[in-house]
């Protein structure tokens, strides 16, 4: 007579379910701190993405390996999902597989563009108030209209992610979309409120895709992208870093958005930032400055200053403040409800605590 | 002075949080491919259920065991909870204890019919459009019409499980639910719109049960089950398996189904699906024919072609197509909506990866 | 060439997102079992709050320590996130750092008074209709009146928690939340309907704090707290366990609670519970009584009688009955529905297994 944990297993292998021999890496942020905005009152906020996550990667012989990574965001002032109404696997979910040709992944992720960029923001892409990534930095860039309202702007879901080998410094990452729609609410676009350019929920007209490429000699890195949403707005940015001493890293970008196909006039935004990271003491400053010009519209303008102060690799304190000017960051519907932006001004400051898992 | 994080752990004992010396074994698949249905556009997609699971077995001495297992479902293509609907813990969410006598837990999780009739569908009980598992194989059972609309049809919330243990081959599997409900639907059947037979989340009329018994001898597997769901619906299903030889397994199953408590006439649904594994190369090949024959109403009838091509013993790529024609899938209301279930005629082909980990 | 892999893993530390290195403990508790109530149906349902949760602990060096801690719950007889409705990480998540003059935690969690109490609770704070501490314990005390509706009623978001080192015998729990809005319904107090006191989704107007002082000497354990809520509820408990003999624990608990801030009349309530814990064969007995008294309003009377039978030090069996009668124990606008508030006479029952992992 066997137990029957034994015929338990038996079944699980069956279904494609045990396979419990592997080590999953758990992985994630916690950073939570003081947020205070001069118009607001006092809240407790964060400066990082908020994250749990798994991933693992089995080698499958001959150089080549199979991989996953799944990523929760949250917000832990709160408890809930980040934003409340965001996708539960925000962060990620892919497969894939990697080898000498590159890596390969299905799924659902940051956009070429976007995940590049973070590595030229003076804030790392973090989306605290005091950062420029996800407004000022990419110029307001929705690059996932397809999905509904509450979701992120800087991912593609249903998608296919490459990313090559890095040879003589040079790499690239790409990754292309299906059409297919995701709860997306209404652009009215060149169309009208009866009959808008996308209908609520429709599909792209296109494939989304975004591409980038990076090379690194020596104390530089420069990259280069270029992006199409499911809408048609198009996006190419451009970014360079240099650690121009052992103390001193300085970084900038350019980025142009050409709305053309959802809007009949002022259907250009060029964005650009500058930073710089000072090492000082056990930690290091922060600066940015940068600007988001959208045609026929206000400037905005942001400078940022920070300090993080290095308790280990892993955990930091940070004190932030930063001076916005001009437009709001909303991005949900970058063509249509450009011109009904609020204009904002506003001072932020931040003091918290950011440990990594 | 003693720490504070002592004074943590004496509370956390206290309230019976802590003991963290226990290992837990995180498992899951990822699982993402690109699906393209002839009437539709071409989208991600996936063929098995995606997860991630936590499980863990402690010995109590003297031959008992006690386990738990937790298992979320989510798309890997947008990030969403499985469907965006599901409870979290959709795969299962069970607690119990195992020795001689089997193992019996609580919670929930698959039918005891269900369950078994995955191991014989030639897709594994996949729920790819591919396979045949979720509408043909159980003849569009729904197993909890007692849950609201957007969960799945083939668990029991609230409920009781036995897994027998194996002697001389022979296995018993058995769970019953409460009759508590949990925001189904109004189900009209033998009412009228205005007094539905079953009014929006009430009780089940009887305790939903299920129990299927399964043989094991040499090469050979057999099951009969039977089952009885919240409304009354009876499913009857017989299935075998037989490893025709090193390369070659067949098998197939037959199901019943009897909604005469909800229906006057066109009760019965017949069912039947043969399949075959055949190994070749590094894989295997699956094929499949079923037939779902609704009294009252057109036949759906499904033909299905895949290959399994194998990376490793946890990680594979597969190529797949179908062609069904007749009745849609869905089975939310059983009782209720099989008049109004459109025509189908669609062929459908997928390629992907699915990684166990 | 190098290959992608390090690639990604460069990009990741540049974002903040690797270092891997850590280990973090995954624990929870996984309970489930019937529940029969006098006036209901038979249930699946649980006695503890079922919960998964990660935490680590990271040595900084000199003493200190950075901590993490998130914290999600579950209904295991269904699948869903606990009461469907709360924060994905209910249970806790906070970040925080702790050294000899403490711990100090961002984030959200329990109350001071809340935490503090479950100690002197006989049913150990579990939320089991057995139990007394969410109701009757501290008198239906709302701690988070600001959250919405369907969110816990004993945690404070955006706050700060300080627990002292313990100093011959005496440690301090504090917490401090900021005013910010977290999705409140309007809580017409002493104002209108057509103008409440508080307006849905209002900012609270005070900081609501909660402090606790516990006391251990020998047998003995004491405290007393103080709490104000959002909407300047007020709260005072205090308590006292004593380890009588080897087998025998007793202990006791006095609440009172003035909401003079939002009634004009009737604004106290004053509640206490007895309760002791007997040793007896591989397990023990649990006994409690105890009375909630809202001036103008019945009086709640609740007797409970429990046994846990232990299979290990991390499982146990249990059987629970209870007799309460009196007010219901819904807390959810403490200030607004009290008078609403449903007469209550019921017996409940239950029978099921808890398992610590």
């Known amino acids: 007579m066997k137990k029957s944990l034994m015929t338990l297993a038996l079944l699980g292998a069956f279904a494609g379910v045990a396979h419990a021999e592997t080590s999953v890496t758990i992985y994630g942020v916690l950073d939570a701190g003081f947020v205070k905005r001069n118009d607001q009152t006092l809240t407790i906020g964060k400066r990082d993405n908020n994250r749990l996550g798994f991933k693992g990667v089995e080698d499958l012989g001959g150089g080549l390996k199979a991989l996953f990574q799944l990523e929760t965001r949250f917000e832990p002032d709160t408890g809930t999902n980040e934003s409340t109404t965001r ?3 925000q962060g990620q979910s892919r497969v894939g597989l ?16 976007q995940e ?4 030229y923001d003076p804030w790392h892409g973090l989306p605290s108030v005091t950062g ?5 930095m990419v110029a307001g860039l929705n690059s996932d209209p397809s999905s509904g309202a509450g979701n992120s702007g800087n991912r593609h879901s249903n998608a296919v992610f490459y990313n090559s080998p890095e040879v003589n410094g040079f790499s690239v990452f790409a990754d292309m979309a299906t059409k297919e729609a995701n709860g997306s609410v209404a652009i009215v676009g060149r169309g009208t409120a ?36 499911a809408i048609e707005t198009k996006a190419t940015m451009l970014g360079a870093s240099v650690q121009a001493n052992a103390d001193v890293k300085l970084m900038a970008s350019y980025t142009k958005l050409d709305m053309e196909h959802t809007k009949a006039f002022d259907s250009t935004v060029k964005a650009w930032v500058i930073g710089a990271h000072v090492n000082y003491g056990p930690g290091k400053f922060l600066l ?32 932030d403040a930063t001076n916005k000017k001009g437009d709001t960051p909303s991005r ?24 990594n898992f």
């Open 132 to 136: 420029f990534h996800a407004d000022v």
């Open 332 to 355: 949900a519907n970058d063509a249509v409800t450009q011109k009904a932006r609020a204009a904002v001004d506003f001072r932020a400051y931040s003091l918290g605590i950011l440990h």
């Open 98 to 113: 990697q080898g000498d040709f590159g890596t390969i992944r299905i799924g659902r992720g940051l956009t070429a563009l």
């Open 87 to 89: 996708p539960f696997w």
């Open 288 to 319: 940015g400055y940068g600007q988001k010009s959208p045609e026929g519209l206000a400037k905005t303008k942001q400078f940022s200053l920070g300090y993080e102060y290095s308790l280990s690799k892993r955990t930091y304190l940070y004190v």
């Open 194 to 229: 009866a009959a808008p350019q996308y209908a609520a929920n429709a599909e792209g007209s296109t494939n989304p895709f975004s591409i980038a490429g990076q090379y690194k000699s020596g104390q530089l890195n420069a990259f280069i992208a270029y992006e199409r949403n």
């Open 116 to 119: 590049t960029a973070t590595f």
